[in-house]
């Protein structure tokens, strides 16, 4: 009887729980009906294409297909090692990548914490919606503006300078300027919007702890040091492994529109390369290369990364 009784409470908890999980199921049904889109266009676009990697070790004929395609092991990755623009190439991608880890990177947070700092509410809400514009228009439009004011023959600065009697600026044609002008063209249009995470965050934060310091006669400064910041700094940590990840990707589209043959020689970096090769020349196998050498280098940064915000203490990202 004893037995039977211990089974019948064993399978009532079991019964319980079942019902338990199929009310939590109910209840988060909605949610999961939110996250099923992004969700299938990630299996669609970013995990099923994974497949492909292996053309990266095949000489890949598209009429042969993956399966009948000559297999060459590590020759393209051989060749891309080889190559004599691979060390220019690098370069130059780290180059861009690592000024605007230096520089837009910290902007959004400045803008931020600036924000934050603001008192009139109606001054805030606006520069704030101001700043977001923007990131609302594509690159062909910024770089089209660009062109438009920095124009040797057209261009409206060119134009006043010249009616000032000073000298034009060749923003466009010196190779000098072009990194400059790519990182500040990424800050004008996406800083704004980057900063969105960063108000989100700062309205976590406990406002009776501004209020303790104002008693206490911390200044605003003090304030925004001892108070602001560390209530950033779990965002800020785990939004920079993130970025680190993306070192060797520079954004296509703006470099590919802003290059031109007076400045190829720094502008070219892997994603136009990629371009050339692969779409232009249709080297399928050697551009694939150097998709998942990026990869790796991107996984193997994240990875450091990661850990080493972990032996500071900070929660990273897993």
Do not use: C
């Not at 199929?22 to 099923?48: D, S």
């Amino acid at each position: 009887m004893k037995a039977i009784s211990l089974k019948g409470n064993e399978e009532s908890a079991q019964a319980s729980a079942r019902r338990s999980s199929m009310r939590m199921w109910k209840r988060g049904l909605p949610l999961y009906l939110m996250i099923f889109p992004g969700l299938l266009y990630f299996i669609v676009f970013k995990y099923v294409p994974m497949a492909g990697v292996v053309i990266a070790f095949q000489q890949f004929d598209p009429f042969d297909g993956f399966l009948n395609s000559d297999w060459v092991g590590l020759d393209n990755f051989r060749r891309l090692f080889a190559e004599q623009d691979f060390y220019r190439l690098l370069l130059n991608t780290l180059a861009l990548s690592f000024m605007n880890l230096a520089l837009f990177f910290p902007a959004p947070i400045l803008l931020a914490l600036l924000l934050h700092e603001a008192r009139i509410a109606w001054f805030r809400k606006f520069v704030q919606t101001v700043i977001y514009i923007p990131h609302f228009l594509s690159w062909v439009i910024v770089v089209s503006l660009t062109i438009l004011l920095f124009s040797m023959q057209e261009g409206g600065i060119n134009k006043l300078l010249i009616n000032w009697g000073f000298a034009p600026i060749e923003l466009l044609t010196d190779s000098g300027y072009f990194r400059f002008l790519f990182v500040s063209q990424s800050i004008w249009k996406e800083a704004g919007w980057s900063a969105v995470i960063f108000f989100a965050a700062l309205a976590t934060i406990d406002p009776t702890l501004y209020e303790a310091a104002v008693i206490d006669g911390a200044s605003r400064f003090r304030q925004m040091w001892h108070i602001t910041l560390p209530g950033l700094r779990t965002t800020i940590v785990i939004l920079f492994i993130l970025r680190v990840g993306y070192l060797m990707d520079t954004s296509f589209e703006h470099i590919l529109l802003m290059q031109n043959p007076t400045n190829l020689q720094i502008s070219d970096v892997f994603d136009t390369y990629v371009y050339r090769m692969g779409i232009v020349q249709g080297d399928f196998s050697y551009t694939t290369t150097v998709g998942l050498f990026k990869a790796v280098i991107g996984l193997t940064l994240i990875l450091i990364v990661n850990r080493i915000a972990k032996k500071f203490g900070e929660e990273g990202v897993y």
